[in-house]
């Protein structure tokens, strides 16, 4: 996808990996077996695409990289570094990051994720009925880009006819496969969120976003340029991550009938069930910055280079989770996946992510019990900063 450099003289040749993580296999083959091969080599691998950046390659230097803001800045979460304001709190490095993420807390308190979730499954049960007497469902258009994404437009007070550009705009930077389409997602998304601030300072609301606009950071209000970070956060984070699980769970059930009747009979699995899930998928390959020249794990790192820290580097390692690549809903330490990250950048959405898992789990196993992979349509996944299902056909036997 982005452009090819020379390896520097300080990166070994042996360390030197010719993987693009926009592209680490064919257009719809399974992300997740592309990213294992890197598994078994150095702890820390380079490759040439992308800028040329370094690769976290086990659990336990992904784990190290997210939490150690000493020798790791979050200020370039992306790859390539982009021109632009920082994603707030995403791209914030202590101590500022601080008041930012304070001043989100109260959006997921358990009072506010109460309500929001009752909203989710009074939403969940009317998208499952809408189609379940058909027998099928593209579970991506018809389901996943629907729940999470319609909870997030209400909590930001947003037009549901945004709901496609939006998705488009955000995947078009998260799953780029053009630079023109990628280039055409950033503006419409930078212009958007631009109007949208000029529109919530003129014009409060109730919603999280005018809260946020009049919120205390550090005995002041935020400046535009960090709204802006604000709403890229929210937005992208609300839109992408939950629908992409969302997925990968659906997919992972419709392969496996046997995991599947153990939640039908045992609803109680389900919250374990989430986090194995959640585990043997995780969706985000996300990047932090070398804050100064070090040797990290034989590896020679010059200040400003990225390292990319995929959550599935993690999840996959045996010295982490025995027989990693195993979907077993009674393993004990699922929970310590990096699925949410680890530290201080922890997703802040995560109790709310949980519970619309969850209320999907439920509902959709009480209503279609017994569905599997369409024959004649198989599912197309995609990658780039997040893992994604970008289609998911599903069949059943309508009683």
Request: hydrophobic residues 45%; proline residues 9%; glycine residues 6%.
């Amino acid at each position: 996808m982005g452009m090819q450099v020379a390896r520097p003289d300080h990166v070994a040749s042996e360390l030197a990996v010719d993987f693009d993580f926009y592209a680490p296999c064919p257009r719809g083959e399974d992300p997740f077996e592309a990213w294992a091969k890197l598994q078994g080599g150095p702890p820390v691998v380079w490759t040439p695409h992308n800028g040329g950046h370094w690769i976290a390659t086990t659990g336990a230097v992904t784990k190290e990289v997210l939490t150690d803001v000493e020798r790791f800045s979050s200020r370039f979460a992306f790859i390539p570094k982009a021109d632009r304001p920082p994603a707030v709190p995403l791209e914030l490095d202590p101590p500022v990051h601080a008041p930012f993420r304070r001043m989100l807390l109260p959006v997921m308190s358990p009072q506010s994720v109460r309500k929001w979730a009752e909203e989710a499954r009074a939403l969940a049960v009317e998208l499952i009925e809408g189609f379940a007497a058909r027998g099928r469902c593209e579970f991506m258009a018809d389901f996943a880009q629907q729940l999470p994404i319609i909870i997030i437009l209400r909590m930001l007070n947003l037009p549901m006819a945004d709901r496609l550009p939006l998705l488009e705009a955000v995947n078009s930077n998260l799953r780029p496969t053009s630079e023109d389409r990628k280039v055409a997602g950033r503006q419409y998304m930078n212009d958007y969120i631009r109007n949208l601030i000029a529109e919530r300072r003129a014009h409060p609301g109730e919603d999280i976003f005018s809260g946020a606009l009049v919120a205390d950071v550090g005995g002041r209000v935020m400046t535009d340029d960090e709204a802006a970070g604000l709403a890229s956060g929210l937005i992208g984070g609300g839109l992408d991550p939950v629908t992409a699980t969302m997925g990968w769970q659906a997919l992972c059930l419709a392969r496996n009938p046997d995991l599947r009747a153990q939640l039908v009979s045992n609803p109680d699995l389900i919250p374990r069930a989430i986090e194995e899930m959640m585990r043997r998928y995780p969706v985000p390959n996300i990047a932090r910055v070398v804050r100064e020249d070090m040797e990290y794990e034989g590896a020679q790192m010059k200040a400003g280079e990225q390292i990319l820290v995929s959550a599935c580097m993690h999840s996959m390692d045996p010295a982490v989770f025995a027989d990693p690549l195993t979907v077993d809903f009674t393993r004990k330490d699922a929970w310590k996946h990096s699925s949410f990250s680890h530290g201080n950048h922890r997703c802040i959405g995560a109790p709310l992510a949980m519970q619309e898992l969850r209320i999907f789990h439920e509902e959709w196993l009480k209503r279609i019990p017994d569905f599997r992979l369409d024959p004649d349509a198989p599912p197309v996944l995609a990658t780039g900063i997040v893992h994604a299902v970008e289609s998911l056909p599903l069949v059943w036997t309508v009683a």
